[in-house]
């Protein structure tokens, strides 16, 4: 039987956009292996796949500050420019990554994108093992196309002169922010060391650092497996051979640990118009001022709507003061988000992919509230692509909420429009015939 090990470090919700992947695999004889850090073990052992604990992190090229703060990590200026010069935390993820691959001696490795830099870490090893190698992308794309708007950009694809002036900014940006942190560091800031080790792994030029990508630090000529159609991006070819979408891969299991409680079901069985209000994990946490004061307009406004029911969900999140007076809404802790869907007029979401997916599948249309990264660029896609509303959670209004609400819940042609949209994708990937080809043929490390 085949080993495949699946490296993903970054966050949950990457974990569940690819959960469904190693399904599949698992489904067609392959022999399955997370790498995971301490708290994705919950959610890997509920599906049933063996695991090992990450000792390292991967290597980021930026110093992730809101992580550290969030994590409670007191890593001074002092500690980065030691490990720099020494090398040591390179050191550490080689030791641990060779350790892993040793242990279970995989015939593929699969890699969350955002954890690109492994691949630099492990090449020699890969090439003497004959281990084939891929990467996973639980996000759209991150490269940029020239023309077309960024996944981070708030630019639609007609505003040609504002796609160029974001793309300057960006890697004007990024150039400065490199050079910023070459010279605090001496030249041993985490880019500039991993410079020196692809240099001393011996890679050679076809895989390089995707100069175009500026959210991962990924490499060239890696056969990639994309979590999304094609036809959710502002473009419509691939943009390059090795890159392959493989449609919605929506994991239908990855709520099943959460129980539909009685009282959601009593809301269920109200037959009125259900608008469900969700920011996902993280962000819920992040940024729960301005969902507290959006769910407080929402509040508001609600009762101009005899037809509705409000269910919002704040995961983990602490919003007891701030939702208590949210007397027109039902709030949850959690919900089972792929079964509620399927009950919905509205969904306002932040606007992150599987969200998304998952709400394009359930044919819901969508109010979206992005606040970083790609959520920006999803939400001006479904804009775009009239399968809902985009809004600006700072400068929302209550009449702008009022609104939008009635437009998604009056006008059929958001409904029509994202039927549409799913139905074309429904007909046009078959997800297994399309991953097991690809992982059986590609991959291989030069």
Known sequence: MKRILIIQYHSISHLNGAFKVADLLKKNGYDIYYFVNSKMVDYVQKHNFKYYVAKSHPIVEEYDEISMKMNKIDYTYLDRLKDGVMRFLFDVRKEDLTNVINKISPDIILEDTFDGTDFALIYPLLKKKGIRFFYIETM???????????????????????????????????????????????G????????????????????????????????????????????????????????????????????????????????????????????????????????????????QVLPKFDDVVTIFTFGKADTNRQIQNLNNVHT???????????????????????????????????????????????????????????????????????????????????????QSFRDEISKKYDLEKLLIPIIEKEGVIE
Not at 160 to 175: N, S, V
Not at 230 to 252: A, C, D, M, S, V
Not at 365 to 377: E, H, K, N
């Open 188 to 299: 041993y800031d985490n880019y500039s060391v991993l410079k020196k080790e692809i240099a001393a792994q011996g890679l050679p030029e076809k895989y390089r650092i995707e100069k175009e990508n500026y959210i991962d630090t990924a490499f060239t000529n890696i056969a990639t497996l994309i979590m999304a159609p094609i036809e959710l991006e502002f473009f419509t070819k691939p943009q390059n051979p090795y890159r392959h979408n493989l449609g919605f891969f929506i994991n239908e299991n990855s709520n099943n640990a959460i129980e539909v409680e009685d009282r959601l079901k009593k809301i269920l069985e109200g037959n009125k118009k259900i608008i469900y209000v969700s920011f996902g994990t993280v962000f819920a946490e992040r940024e729960s001022k301005k969902i507290a004061s959006l769910m407080t307009k929402l509040n």
């Open 140 to 186: 759209l794309s991150a490269i940029n196309s020239k023309g077309i708007p960024y996944i981070s950009g708030r630019a639609f694809p007609e505003e040609k002169t504002k796609i160029f002036l974001e793309h300057l900014q960006r890697k004007l940006k990024k150039q400065f922010k490199r050079l910023k942190r070459r010279v605090l560091y001496f």
């Open 332 to 418: 949850f802790k959690f919900v089972p988000q792929i079964f509620l869907l399927n009950h919905c007029s509205i969904f306002v979401t932040h606007g992150g992919l599987n969200s998304v997916k998952e709400s394009i599948e359930a044919a819901v249309p969508m109010l979206v509230y992005p606040f970083d990264i790609d959520q920006i660029g999803n939400a001006r896609k479904v804009v775009h692509k009239k399968m809902g509303l985009l809004g600006d959670i700072k400068k929302e209004t209550s009449a702008g909420l009022e609104s939008k609400i009635r437009q998604l819940l009056y006008d059929a042609s958001f409904k029509k429009n994202i």
